[in-house]
């Protein structure tokens, strides 16, 4: 040890400056300023005499910098003399005069010190305890929410709370291990054991079938089983609906009570494994132009199901690769040489043997991005022959003599009708996107209020989820899925209760929120994905595999662009002029009326006003966001009305306008959205509770509003002092929302063995994923 630096231990009186002096040639340099400015707070300490000034005066020359050796030498005197306790610098400054009995009271002027110089807690746990080598914390260190999760869990799952607890005691069961590193075929036989688990316990299977065949007849409870099970895997939940949801649901839809008989009760026990042929290689979105044909032959008594050509193969059907023995075909009704629009008709594809029945050739769709559990594949019909019962005729008849008759006279309304029967499977996309939203956040969440990075006021270092940047990243996210939570729940309560008079609006406010939910999820699971850093690219992390999961969710039962359209054509039009084939001219001559209507107007104060109650109000929030959509409604319809007008064909001018069209849509979703969560949370009484949903109701429509506050802007709704102030009131409800974190997603009760993922436990280095082995697993319930 250095001459200096012997002397410096030496002199106690001089023991609160020892940190104070690290920091100050923590650089290399000390200019004369700081010099002097020290030596003030020398002078505060009253025992201090000839012997100490000398020894200090040699530590404040300038052209004499301790080495690399001697600054080591003085960083571990601290640490000891501290017993390696962090803290900033008045804290060691004080904890230095105790140890030493020194008795000066400077820290306050070593605290005014630290803050004239921007010195951070941060900044001292850097440079003194660096090389501490403290054991990395892995526990929770959070308060006590202020509220109650298991109360929130309560208002989530409402009416639906069996449902919910049917399945997490089913998931509970040893046969659900994931498991990371199986081949294709192994996924796939993996995620047909899980189904066949499920079949067992019927409860589950029969939610939607009728009381006729021993059903409970509830399809909203089906739709809370099939989002709930997406606690859990997507490769489930995807081929759970596909036996239930399509091939189930459109036999239960579509046919006949003999239907019903013959087939429900196999589908339920699994006796009867089927997928749901729709889609075609050359049409996916367009359902109308299916090339498929079933031509009725009256001397045989028989369909005839063709495959016309190449792109009229069927695509990316569940269940037809591997485990399917029928399927539900759409395809163009023919008889008597008449053409009657889409029909579907149950195909045999396998034998009792697993062999492709006589005239069917199936095909593997191979490897994908994800939902690897799940067998797709494309199925061809070369004249294969059905009975003529086969024909799902609920809307449609084919009398033996070949004879057309439908309760419907257009084809074009029988089809929409038809198609409108099955809108349960997009409900049931968007619910379960919500659920793969917030297990993804969940975990994230929980590895955020666990992983640490960096240092805090005390010197130790900060939880991630303590740093605005990352609450900015996780906490909108979390409180849009709490908004289109409730958004979904109020669509499956109008799917229960629709009329034919409401079927349209359903099926509107389906296609909208199947699009939100899906790019939600998506976004969300990505974010997360990011926020985890590296751990959240391993698979038995989960996220990993959620994010590749989810994707294709943007893309079946509708691609979310096409959704988008159709809900911006369902509104200009406002389904009040029939179900003409010309989709477009319908709305364009509704255009007329549209145009005329006028821009609504927010009131000058309205926009300027930036007090924090009139900013958390749930009446601005909704009186901006119909604003915006209304608005955008009427000034898409003068567009369009021009365009037409000037002699443009109408569809032309759709196409021209689509962006217009997709702002709308999402604005009109969003303001729909807003609405849904703002009549949750005023349904509640008052409490904590309602405060807990409250918060998260906020952050939700103030995140949209600042991200389309540029909107708002350049029509001069919002004055740029208004935008200013809700994105401050936005940061400000992030800090609000930390202490209750982990409380917000404990409410969704996602059970440990579906989260899984080690890092959000506890302890997670060189944590076991919380499932049994899954090979192990698998043997116990007799999976190859």
Known sequence: MTERMNALASRDSL?????????????????????????????????????????????????????????????????????????????????????????????????????????????????????????????????????????????????????????????????????????????????????????????MALEALPESVGGRGDMAGFIHVFTALAMFDLSLVVKFGVQYGLFGG?????????????????????????????????????????????????????????????????????????????????????????????????????????RPMPGVRIEDCGPKMGLNGVDNGRLYFDHVRIPRENLLDRYGQVAPDGTYESPIASDNKRFFVTLGTLVGGRISVASACVTAAKKALSIATRYGALRRQFGGADGGELCVLDYVTHQMRLFPKLAHTYALHFAVEDLIDRFKHRTEETAREVETLAAGLKAMASWHAIDASQQARECCGGLGFLSENQIATIRRDIDVFATFEGDNIVLLNLLAKNRLARYARGFEQNLVMTVARELARQARDQFKELNPVTGRRTDEAHLRSADFHLEVLALRAHNLLVSAARRLRKRITDGMDPYIAFTAIQDH???????????????????????????????????????????????????????????????????????????????????????????????????????????EPLKKDATEAAGAAGID
């Not at 539900?328 to 053409?339: D, I, M, P, Y």
């Not at 889409?342 to 195909?347: I, K």
């Open 15 to 203: 023991a609160p400056l020892m940190p104070v002096l690290y920091v100050a040639w923590a650089d290399g340099e000390l200019v004369v300023s700081e010099g002097e400015r020290i030596r003030e707070i020398a002078d505060g300490i009253p025992t201090l005499d000839a012997a100490d000034r000398r020894v200090l005066d040699a530590w404040l020359d300038p052209g004499s910098a301790p080495g690399p050796r001697e600054m080591s030498r003085l960083r571990r005197c601290i640490r000891e003399r501290v017993a390696h306790r962090q803290g900033s610098l008045a804290d060691l400054s004080a904890r230095l005069e105790t140890a030493e009995g020194a008795g000066s009271g400077i820290a306050p002027a070593v605290a005014a010190y630290a803050r004239e110089r921007g010195i951070s807690g941060v900044g001292v746990s850097a440079e003194i305890f660096q090389d501490a080598g403290a054991p990395v914390c892995m526990t929770f260190d959070e308060s006590p929410t202020g509220f109650n999760p298991r109360a929130v869990q309560a208002v989530l799952e409402g009416d639906y709370a069996g449902q919910w607890a049917d399945v997490r005691a089913v998931l509970a069961d040893d046969v659900f291990a994931f498991a990371y590193d199986e081949t294709g075929e192994q996924q796939r036989a993996r995620v047909l054991g899980w189904l066949q688990h499920i079949a067992a316990h019927r409860g």
């Open 250 to 354: 459109s036999i239960m839809f579509l046919g006949n009570e003999t239907h019903h008989q013959r087939y429900l009760p196999d589908i339920a026990s699994l006796d009867l494994l089927g997928g749901f042929a729709m889609t075609e290689s050359g049409h996916g979105s367009n359902v109308q132009e299916l090339e498929t044909t079933a031509t009725y032959d009256a001397e045989a008594g028989e369909f005839v199901v063709d495959t016309p050509s190449l792109s009229a193969r069927k695509e990316w059907i569940g269940n037809a690769a591997r485990d399917g023995h029928a399927v539900t075909v759409f395809a163009q009704l023919r008889t008597a040489g008449e053409s009657f629009g889409v029909h579907a008709f149950v195909v045999p594809i396998r034998d009792a043997a697993g």
């Open 661 to 767: 069209l997709m702002a709308y849509a999402r604005a009109e979703m969003d303001h729909h959205i807003a609405s849904c969560f703002a009549s949750a949370v005023a349904s509640q009484p008052e409490g904590p509770v309602r405060d807990a949903l409250e918060r998260m109701r906020q952050l939700a429509v103030i995140d949209t509003l600042v991200e389309d506050g540029g909107w708002y802007l350049e029509n001069g709704y919002f004055a740029p002092a208004k935008t200013k102030a809700l994105r401050k009131l936005r940061i400000r409800l992030l800090g609000e929302i930390r202490p209750d974190a982990l409380g917000y997603c404990e409410a969704f009760a996602i059970p440990e063995g579906c989260l899984s993922a080690p890092i959000a436990f506890e302890h997670y280095i060189g944590r």
